[in-house]
Nanobody
Framework: VQLQASGGGLVEPGGSLRLSCTVSTSIFDTKTMGWYRRAPGKERELLAMITSGGIPSYADSVKGRFTISRDNGRNTVYLQMNGLRPEDTAVYYC????????????????????WGPGTLVTVSS
């Protein structure tokens, strides 16, 4: 399985980016998917997740600013990021949050073993 995240870049504070992650698996449409990030010097954080049926949930740190969505026909999960802040600077990854995962609180073991390189988001003026 490959998880290919894209869409990162350099953006000014207050700006927006839309991340995409395509997953090469036949079981994508049956799995809850999530977006994670790892900021420099920090642990990986689960930001948002979306069930196979399209129900989203968010960490408090991104609620109201980020929107997760998915297109099962394209095996792709998206993260629309608005109101970006310097503290959002990180490498962003997608994966399937394991059992018991709650954005911002708990991370279960991810569904897919290989994370992929992620996509770097830098928020700076």
């Amino acid at each position: 399985v490959q998880l290919q995240a894209s869409g990162g870049g350099l953006v000014e504070p207050g700006g927006s980016l839309r991340l995409s992650c395509t997953v090469s698996t036949s079981i994508f449409d049956t799995k809850t998917m999530g977006w994670y990030r790892r900021a420099p010097g920090k642990e990986r954080e689960l930001l948002a997740m979306i069930t196979s049926g399209g129900i989203p949930s968010y960490a408090d740190s991104v609620k109201g600013r980020f929107t997760i969505s998915r297109d099962n026909g394209r095996n792709t999960v998206y993260l629309q990021m608005n109101g970006l802040r310097p503290e959002d600077t990180a490498v962003y990854y997608c994966n399937g949050p394991g059992k018991g995962s709650v954005p911002g609180l708990r991370q279960g073991p991810p569904i897919f073993d290989f994370w992929g390189p992620g996509t770097l988001v830098t928020v700076s003026s």
